[in-house]
């Protein structure tokens, strides 16, 4: 068995959740005259490669410490949306239902292909990669719950809608242009989409069901699409902890690896090896564009 990494890079440069604490690293101890290197770090949960525990939003849930290996380590639905949803576009399960088979009790792991727009990728853009993500609406909120899937995985910031987060407050520019879009494709205002009864509810009305999410998944995600498999997620076993930066992988066999490598090999590279298939930016740029037309 071999190990596919699904986790972005982690540094003073990855940008956290907006608001939240970067990481911030410092020396305390170093080999000349201590002997040894030493270093402290200061930092949120919500940086990087992260699980969100129930207790994020949901005070009788479940800390990360609480979670069983079996829940964090099952067949997974891996699917590309890359080629349905572009900058602010909302996603169904019907999208998802199209392109991969969905089990009850799976993991699911989302590729909108914003890992794209990371900090370590040639297409940098963090405003794309936190505001301009796609998301769902409720109705896939009820799908999951009634698939009752183990967790969700998405390749950007956040598993809501960043338009159904305080975002939409926070970058008035861009929730401009979302309202554009949300007319033109829906034919309603985002606060009629997005209205009060459903404000962050891939967090608020999933977690007290135990249905959690990782966000800000990457690495080679890009090999690996539309297809089912096994996955991890591996947080600390982090008592009280309401999240956990962790590492995310996919489980394939020695032959596949193979194969796989073979086709990263082929591909463009971000600035710390992980393949960048440039095709999904390329439909995102053309769905985006159609979008704000």
Request: aromatic letters at 10%; a negative charge; one cysteine or more.
């Given at each position: ?142 799908w999951a719950k009634a698939k009752k899937l183990r967790w ?49 509810l891939m967090h608020l009305e999933m977690f007290p069901h ?84």
């Amino acid at each position: 068995m071999k190990f596919i990494d699904l986790t972005i890079p982690l540094g003073v440069a990855t940008p956290a959740w907006p608001t939240y604490e970067p990481l911030q690293l410092k020396y305390f101890k170093r080999l000349a005259p201590n002997g040894a290197n030493g270093q402290l770090l200061t930092h949120s949960n919500h940086l990087g490669t992260h699980l969100d525990g129930e207790i994020h939003f949901h005070t009788p849930g479940k800390d990360i410490a609480s979670l069983e290996m079996d829940f964090l380590i099952h067949d997974a639905a891996i699917v590309d949306l890359s080629d349905a949803c572009g900058d602010y576009d909302i996603y169904t399960s019907k999208m998802v239902e199209e392109r991969v088979e969905v089990r009850e009790g799976d993991i699911l792991i989302i590729h909108t292909g914003y890992h794209h727009f990371g900090w370590d990728s040639p297409y940098a853009d963090e405003i794309r990669y936190m505001v301009k993500h796609p998301g769902p609406d409720r109705e896939f909120a009820e799908w999951a719950k009634a698939k009752k899937l183990r967790w969700i995985g998405v390749d950007c910031g956040s598993a809501d809608h960043p338009m159904n987060t305080i975002i939409r407050d926070w970058m008035p520019r861009q929730t401009r242009e979302a309202e554009r879009v949300f007319k033109k494709k829906f034919g309603k205002a985002l606060a009629e989409v997005f209205d009060d009864t459903k404000y962050q509810l891939m967090h608020l009305e999933m977690f007290p069901h135990g249905i959690i999410h990782a966000e800000c998944l990457g690495g080679d995600i890009d090999l690996l699409l539309n297809r089912r498999m096994t996955v991890g997620f591996l947080p600390w076993r982090f008592v009280d902890g309401e999240a956990s930066i962790g590492r995310c992988v996919a489980m394939v066999d020695d032959a596949e690896y193979e194969s796989l490598m073979a086709r990263k090999a082929e591909l463009p590279k971000t600035k710390f090896g992980d393949a960048s298939d440039p095709s999904h930016v390329e439909r995102l740029n053309e769905l985006s564009k159609a979008n704000q037309a």
